[in-house]
């Protein structure tokens, strides 16, 4: 049987409330519960329902899995290539990518390397979008990034910081893959 370090949670919700620039009562007022019972549960004083924890956890913006798991976020992580994850995506719709480090709740980067499909094999022609900006920098290859109806040929060295909310697509130059470092950046 597992138990649920209460401690770990309060300092989490704690920490990520304080990061938000967000007050117990402003937290409170939008979950539906008092301001002590916040306080309590940040403090690790008691244990709440599942429920309120889910309405904290949509408040400050954070996924209930990430309030529940107890492990903490560490100052370092080092993650060895030999135990990364290969490769993950799709290769025909034009990319796929290591994740280089698990996205911090607090920080909000993920960094990645995508790898762009050669061009006799990539089937993607539409743009994508998402909320988060976006660094890329060329490791390896030659691309031409789609970025909000214009086409910019990068190379190896180049690098480009765009919304990620405006269409964008990694488009592959050859018949060569080609590696781009990718922070995604949550927007505050």
Same mark, same amino acid.
């Given at each position: 049987?597992?138990?649920?370090?209460?401690?770990?949670?309060?300092?989490?919700? =704690?920490?990520?409330?304080?990061?938000?620039?967000?007050?117990?009562?402003?937290?409170?007022?939008?979950?539906?519960?008092? =301001?002590?019972?916040? +306080?309590?549960?940040?403090?690790?004083q008691t244990a709440s329902a599942i429920a309120t924890l889910s309405k904290i956890s949509e408040v400050l913006n954070v996924t209930?899995?990430?309030?529940?798991?107890?492990?903490?976020?560490?100052?370092?992580?080092?993650?060895?290539? +030999?135990?990364?994850? +290969? =490769?993950?995506?799709?290769v025909s719709m034009g990319y796929s990518y290591e994740l280089l480090a698990n996205r911090s709740q607090f920080s909000g980067i993920e960094p990645t390397i995508v790898h762009v499909t050669p061009k006799n094999i990539n089937q993607r022609e539409e743009s994508y979008t998402h909320s988060q900006d976006e660094f890329i920098y060329i490791l390896e290859g030659s691309i031409f990034l789609f970025y909000n109806g214009d086409k910019h040929y990068m190379e190896k060295g180049d690098s480009a910081y765009f919304q990620g909310s405006k269409p964008h697509l990694f488009i592959p130059v050859n018949d060569e893959e080609a590696k781009v470092f990718t922070l995604f950046i949550d927007r505050p």
């Open positions: 049987m597992r138990f649920i370090n209460l401690h770990a949670i309060g300092l989490k919700l =704690k920490e990520i409330r304080l990061r938000k620039k967000m007050t117990q009562q402003q937290v409170a007022d939008r979950c539906g519960i008092s =301001k002590s019972m916040l +306080s309590k549960i940040e403090n690790g209930l899995a990430w309030i529940l798991d107890d492990k903490t976020e560490e100052d370092l992580v080092l993650q060895k290539k +030999s135990n990364r994850e +290969s =490769k993950v995506g799709d």
